[in-house]
């Protein structure tokens, strides 16, 4: 099955740097790759995808890049802000599946 | 995603009872997913149902049991509580199979 890892698992910026998160996954059928945001006690939020016919996508501050060849995926945050605070997860799944396989989640901390 | 609703919020059990979580997709969506979230840790896949079929299934026990109605509510049942169960168990909705998930705030599990 899928297994994907993610790094850093905690990772402390200043407000206005950028902050970047990495995944890879194994399963070469994955052709979908969401991003989630979780607040404490919150629920996940899905902040931006990707899909493998796309090599990036930008959504304001927020931008995905995907190497299918190298199997990874990243998240990249500009100018980042305190509320941009919380645990990111990222995560894969299979064309014609159903099943999200997570990482195990970057907590992000943006210091003022 | 505010319209994916979860009742409970917080369920304490004791070892041995059963539990029936229940979801309700926002409002034109037809697939329901279920996680299992441990504390630290990514979503874990439980199960998904699309047009009332379970459409795909996670690494979990036969304790674990889903069904969806033809609203297109669903509830997840687990039987035989472990400690180990204890869990935030998050409602995932999507339009279809293979499209965005949006959670829910989540069940709070405490097994006892």
């Known amino acids: 099955g899928e297994n994907v890892e993610q790094h850093p698992s905690t990772l402390s910026v200043q407000e206005g740097d950028s902050a970047v998160i990495k995944c890879t996954y194994s399963?070469?059928?994955?052709?979908?790759f969401p991003w989630y945001k979780q607040e404490l006690g919150k629920r996940p939020q899905l902040i931006i995808d990707i899909r493998s016919n796309v090599g990036e996508k930008k959504d304001q501050r927020i931008a995905v890049t995907l190497n299918k060849t190298a199997k990874h995926f990243s998240l990249h945050i500009t100018e980042t802000q305190p509320e941009d605070s919380a645990v990111y997860f990222c995560a894969a799944r299979p064309g014609g599946g159903n099943k999200l396989t997570f990482g195990t989640g970057t907590q992000l901390k943006v210091e003022l | 995603d505010a319209g994916v609703t979860q009742s409970p919020t917080h369920l304490i059990k004791t070892r041995g009872q059963h539990v029936t979580l229940r979801c309700s997709p926002i409002s034109g969506h037809k697939s329901v997913s279920w996680y299992q979230q441990v504390l630290g840790q990514g979503p874990q896949f439980i199960f998904q149902?699309?047009?009332?079929?379970?459409?795909g299934r996670g690494n979990f026990p036969d304790r674990f049991s889903a069904r969806q109605f033809p609203n297109y509510s669903s509830e997840l049942n687990v039987n035989a509580l472990l400690l180990g169960d204890s869990a935030l168990y998050l409602c995932?909705?999507?339009?279809?199979?293979?499209?965005?998930?949006?959670f829910g705030q989540g069940t709070r599990l405490t097994v006892v």
């Open positions: 995932a909705s999507s339009p279809g199979p293979n499209t965005e998930a949006f």
């Open positions: 149902y699309y047009e009332k079929e379970e459409r």
């Open positions: 399963d070469s059928a994955s052709n979908y």
